[in-house]
């Protein structure tokens, strides 16, 4: 799942799972190990090229010409607009397959409303309904998801987990042989001719009935979605365009950012020893496009991957939960039982009294809430109007953003 994180800057900052400093660091000491190899050959190494000093000026002169173009060139390349465009169209497509995955409750709680009886046929029913929704996610999820590929490597090691049984494994891989495309979508399948068998038998309620049709086609489009987005990735000429805009920036800063002697000599430059901004510019850059690689595939086993082990394990939790723990426990005794809400807006008639006063309750806060400073809402369209009757008393006490002033007539926008 992705990092969780909280705090000030400086425990942000200092955080190594899922940083930046995991995601660059081996990028910046290979920049950081070219870039003083070019300042050693600079400094140090064109004295060996030649014995001739007019020979090596030219050569150092012709060097410092080219780490010049090389800084005006960097100043070309639309570095910003490049990243920023591609990395917030891969967060949102990150952020859009993490919404595509569904969630069990809705569906299994409209099942319950319909299969609400509670003989051993319709518990097993509800039992097998949950199973096969979270089998089709496990066969689904393991095509897209290298973490589930690994907790379940083949299909019959969904046997053992306890969500496929022996014969259903063997329906499985006939349907796989005759169409590979199938497989996730068969137990669906089973759930409608489990759902056609309570039609005939109970005759539910019409309405519920459509509308847990209706889930289970939210359900399928669901996964049908997440395997598109598995099949169609962000074109790969727009990532070859950010990586090459990026990498061939550094390549050029290289040079360009190298602290020449001339610019030393006359006050121009000053000599850092270690290249402080390009390094924060490094890490700007490169852990800019590094998120967008890192995001690319949502499923995968970097930090910032979608955690869907958690997710199914959750997902099978309460899918039982709620068709056997849920479905049958007692409900409270709401007619006999009054709450203290109730007993608060309906007290008791006393003497005298043809009806009761009825009481509109208030939640009590503790004594941590009441220290705390509430901002209530304000309405941002209150316009003052010059009427006789209304007191400037009354204009001051109404609950606005816009203060009210006895010798302001109209708004100034």
């Known amino acids: 799942m992705t990092i969780s994180y909280s705090g000030n800057v400086i425990r942000l900052l200092l955080r190594w799972k899922g940083s930046i400093w995991r995601t660059v660091w081996r990028e910046l000491l290979i920049y950081l190990f070219f870039f003083y190899s070019i300042r050693l050959f600079y400094l140090k190494g064109i004295d060996f090229i030649d014995d001739d000093d007019d020979d090596r000026n030219k050569i150092r002169r012709m060097f410092e010409s080219f780490c010049r173009q090389c800084d005006s060139y960097t100043r070309l390349i639309p570095l910003t607009f490049l990243l920023g465009f591609y990395v917030s169209n891969v967060v949102a497509r990150w952020w859009r397959q993490f919404e595509t995955l569904y969630w069990p409750e809705d569906i299994l709680s409209v099942l319950c409303t319909v299969l609400h ?19 089709s996610n496990a066969l689904a999820w393991r095509d897209i998801s290298s973490k589930i590929r690994l907790r ?36 669906l399948h089973w759930i409608q001719q489990i759902m056609r068998q309570v039609e005939d038998e109970t005759k539910p309620t019409a309405s519920l009935l459509n509308q847990f049709v209706a889930e289970l086609r939210i359900f399928r489009q669901s996964l049908r979605k997440l395997y598109s987005y598995d099949w169609v990735c962000v074109p790969l000429v727009y990532t070859q365009v950010a990586a090459l805009a990026t990498y061939s920036f550094f390549f050029f800063s290289l040079f360009g950012r190298q602290p020449l002697l001339p610019e030393i000599k006359s006050g121009k430059e000053i000599d850092l020893k270690v290249p402080i901004f390009t390094i924060v510019q490094f890490l700007f850059f490169v852990g800019w496009f590094k998120v967008g690689q890192d995001l690319m595939r949502p499923f995968g086993l970097d930090d910032d991957d979608i955690e869907l082990n958690y997710i199914l394990d959750r997902n099978v939790r309460i899918s039982f939960a709620i068709v056997n723990h849920l479905q049958e426990a007692p409900i ?24 009761p006063s009825l009481r509109i309750p208030q939640l009590p806060h503790s004594k941590y809430s009441s220290q705390l400073s509430e901002h209530p809402p304000r309405l941002h369209a209150y316009v003052p109007i010059d009427d006789d009757r209304t007191s400037i008393k009354d204009m001051e006490s109404h609950h606005g953003c816009i203060s009210v002033k006895k010798d302001k007539k109209h708004l100034n926008w």
């Open 152 to 187: 379940f490597p083949t299909v019959h090691s969904l046997i053992e987990g306890g969500l496929l049984t022996e014969k259903e494994y063997q329906i499985l891989e006939t349907m796989h042989t005759e169409n590979e495309s199938s497989r996730w979508m068969t137990p």
């Open 332 to 355: 409270p005794d709401f007619e006999n039982d009054d709450d203290k809400m109730w007993e608060e807006m309906h007290p008791p008639v006393k003497d005298g009294e043809t009806s």
């Open 117 to 135: 009886q509670h003989d051993d046929k319709s518990k097993r029913r509800r039992h097998t309904i949950a199973r096969y929704l979270n089998l």
